[in-house]
């Protein structure tokens, strides 16, 4: 079991940023794929970015391309996410998750909610027009 508990959500003016933190409670920490999903309301969750196990590679959904960073310290069993520039678009519950599916690198498999057995209880993030 990998416990995940997000935090540094809020409310925020368009332009703002925001930086989420997900701790996770095992030291294996760095043999997980680390990834961020978001519900916005009345949708299905969605796929935000994800950072491999390994070579610390990471990728976004075209929506946060150059406005959002992953970002991972395993020294703290930590993965971080930076927003910037953030639109009222982004307003969701970001939930992050952790994936032992794959070799290590990062795949097509990282981009479904399936591929991820733990996840946390996610954090409201509002960014006002």
């Known amino acids: 079991q990998v416990q995940l508990v997000e935090s540094g959500g809020g409310l925020v003016q368009a332009g703002g940023s925001l930086r989420l933190s997900c701790a996770a409670s095992?030291?294996?920490?760095?043999?997980?794929?680390m990834g961020w999903f978001r519900q916005p309301p009345g949708k299905e969750r969605e796929f935000v970015s994800a950072?491999?196990?390994?070579?610390?590679?990471?990728v976004y959904a075209d929506s946060v391309k150059g406005r959002f960073t992953i970002s991972r310290d395993n020294g703290v069993n930590t993965v971080y996410l930076q927003m910037n520039s953030l639109k009222p678009e982004d307003t969701a519950v970001y939930y992050c998750?952790?994936?032992?599916?794959?070799?290590?690198?990062?795949?097509?498999?990282?981009?479904?909610?399936?591929?991820?057995?733990?996840w946390g209880q996610g954090t409201q993030v509002t960014v006002s027009s």
């Open positions: 998750a952790a994936s032992g599916v794959g070799p290590g690198t990062l795949g097509p498999v990282h981009y479904s909610p399936r591929s991820y057995a733990y």
């Open positions: 095992r030291r294996t920490f760095s043999t997980y794929t």
């Open positions: 950072i491999s196990r390994s070579d610390g590679n990471a």
